[in-house]
């Protein structure tokens, strides 16, 4: 069956760096489209980015763009989020879904919480 | 990146058919059938409800349905449930390459 687990998260402070990976199994994750989506703590959803499935087509929501940097690793089974320069707004649950061709995000991980805060 | 228009709740009682409006643009929903609705209930990760405006993946109870008229998709829940009790979420992809996310419409089963 399908998983995706997502880890990474934690406490950083303002200013700082955190890399999140979301390891999938189940499914052949080279042939899909990959995003990540961000809820803030008592909010609604909201999309930071998406690849491609061969990592040649990438892009970002306008509040992370510079900032984050989405990758994958089809060898690993891997999705990867460098996130820079992190501050308060950006506090929150950070999933990953697969992608179903724009049509749908069809699975997602449980999220890992990222805190910004001094 | 302009957020998609939901209405913040709906309610309905046991056995009645809701629906939920998403409002957008021509630059997202009404440009595109690449809609898709989404449940989540509280504390868990959401879960794809319909695709393609119209299409539910397998396992998704035909009482949901999904439908666009111009800028604007709904999804009509018939039969409701208390199950059903939950937050829903439109989502549409744009003329910038990037998806959208309506603001979440919370149901509520009296």
């Known amino acids: 069956q399908v998983q995706l687990v997502e880890s990474g998260g934690g406490l950083v402070k303002p200013g700082g760096s955190l890399r999140l990976s979301c390891a999938a199994s189940?499914?052949?994750?080279?042939?899909?489209?990959m995003s990540w989506i961000r809820q803030a703590p008592g909010k609604g959803l909201e999309w930071v980015s998406y690849?491609?499935?061969?990592?040649?087509?990438?892009y970002y929501a306008d509040s992370v763009k510079g900032r984050f940097t989405i990758s994958r690793d089809n060898a690993k089974n891997s999705l990867y989020l460098q996130m820079n320069s992190l501050r308060a707004e950006d506090t929150a649950v950070y999933y990953c879904a697969r992608d179903f061709f724009l049509s749908g995000l069809d699975y997602w991980g449980q999220g890992t919480l990222v805190t910004v805060s001094s | 990146q302009s957020a998609l228009t939901q209405p913040a709740s709906v309610s309905g009682s046991p056995g009645q058919s809701i629906t939920i409006s998403c409002t957008g643009t021509?630059?997202?929903?009404?440009?595109?059938?690449?809609v898709s609705w989404y449940q989540q209930h509280p504390g868990k990760a959401p879960k794809l409800m319909i695709y393609?405006?119209?299409n539910r993946p397998s396992g998704v109870s035909n009482r949901f349905s999904g439908s666009k008229s111009g800028n604007t998709a709904s999804l009509t829940i018939s039969g409701l449930q208390a199950e059903d009790e939950a937050d829903y979420y439109c989502s549409s992809y744009t003329s910038s390459s990037t998806y959208v996310f309506g603001p979440g419409t919370k149901v509520t089963v009296l």
């Open positions: 393609d405006v119209s």
């Open positions: 690849i491609s499935s061969s990592g040649s087509i990438i």
């Open positions: 021509s630059s997202d929903v009404g440009g595109y059938n690449y």
């Open positions: 189940g499914f052949t994750f080279s042939d899909y489209y």
